[in-house]
């Protein structure tokens, strides 16, 4: 891409990705919620691909990372939901205080919700990123006077 | 007032899924479906749903930028050949049959504003408004009914992006199982 567009992306790309932690961390008191902020946060790093190429956004989030981190989040939300029933009895039972340690309104309040969401988040943001990617990879491209549907990786062989 | 916004967007939304339809140049389909998803997420926000409004404009960025990325090339952006006779008659009886459910559907409706769910007095809709706040001490109700009320709600939908992941990278990985041995 053109140099506006990296140097954008290059001063940009922290900003989006705190406003995406923020709508994260902030689901449960203002609109937003894990899986617009994961949106948001795997938009980042899609941003990086665009902007610098494939190499350097899987520079900070490989590929087995973003599986893991995929895998990661829907373990920790499933976790939250199994361990109410080990403390109550009910499945996604909210078993942590609601106004604890400080009251309603406030960024720890709400019990399971802030957890849940931020599980959400991770999982929505990998997950996104992934399939970004494993899109991306596959090009149409001319072999021998056919259209041909060849990744990347072969490209750069056959070169 | 907002009725007659939200219609007019309403409007937009019909001609933008029309050319996109109906061009033959496949981005500006892909531009003209952006362009409803935009109008869209104006409705939503319009009528009261800022959560709703949020997700759909992220995820319209999000997948705009995927199929022009990943769908479009240089070459393949036109499409060729006509349809054929009995797929057309198909496709305007189904829309026929379609007009039809939605018009004696759209008779029985609730008036705008007034949704069927609060009617009755014990419609779970008014216990969550009522007791959200208390039962949960989340001060977004949206997060609170999806995060608590309905949490299994939420734990399908997290099961179904999981397992489209995972579709998705089994059918497009790179090399496959056979060729490595």
């Not at chain 1, 999982?123 to 001319?142: G, H, P, T, W």
């Not at chain 2, 019909?14 to 935009?38: F, H, K, Q």
């Not at chain 2, 969550?128 to 001490?137: A, D, F, I, P, S």
């Amino acid at each position: 891409m053109s140099l506006v567009v990296q140097t954008v992306t290059r001063w940009l790309k922290g900003f989006i990705f705190l406003y995406g932690v923020y709508v994260i961390l902030y689901g449960h008191l203002s609109p937003g919620g894990g899986f617009a902020g994961g949106v948001i946060v795997a938009s980042t790093f899609i941003l990086l691909t665009l902007s610098f190429g494939r190499e350097r956004a899987l520079g900070k989030l490989g590929k087995l990372m973003a599986s893991e981190l995929d895998s990661f989040g829907a373990l920790l939300f499933l976790l939250i939901a199994v361990l109410g029933t080990a403390i109550g009895g009910t499945f996604f039972l909210n078993f942590i205080e609601k106004n604890w340690p400080t009251g309603n309104f406030h960024l720890f309040s709400a019990g399971i919700i802030p957890l849940c969401n931020i599980a959400i988040g991770i999982k929505v943001a990998a997950s996104l990123f992934m399939i970004f990617i494993i899109l991306a990879v596959i090009r149409v491209q001319e072999v021998r006077g056919k259209r041909k549907l060849i990744t990347t990786e072969k490209r750069r062989k056959e070169r | 007032m907002v009725e007659l916004l939200v219609g007019v967007f309403l409007l937009f939304m019909i001609i933008g899924a029309l050319i996109a339809l109906e061009t033959t140049d496949l981005l500006s389909a892909v531009i003209s479906m952006g362009a409803v998803g935009a109008a869209l997420s104006i409705c939503f926000l319009l009528v009261g749903a800022p959560d709703i409004a949020i997700t759909q404009m992220v995820v319209e960025v999000l997948s705009l930028v995927i199929l022009i990325r990943a769908t479009i090339r240089r070459d393949l952006t036109t499409i060729e050949g006509d349809r054929d006779f009995f797929g057309l008659m198909a496709t305007l009886a189904m829309i026929c049959g379609l007009l039809i459910f939605g018009f004696s559907a759209f008779l029985r409706l609730p008036p705008f504003g007034s949704p069927a769910m609060s009617q009755s007095f014990q419609a779970p809709a008014r216990q969550y408004l009522n007791c959200g706040l208390k039962e949960t001490g989340a001060a977004n109700i949206v997060a609170a009914v999806i995060l608590d009320y309905r949490g299994y709600d939420t734990l399908g939908e997290a099961t179904v992006l999981f397992t489209s992941i995972l579709g998705a990278l089994a059918i497009l990985r790179v090399y496959s199982r056979k060729k490595k041995q």
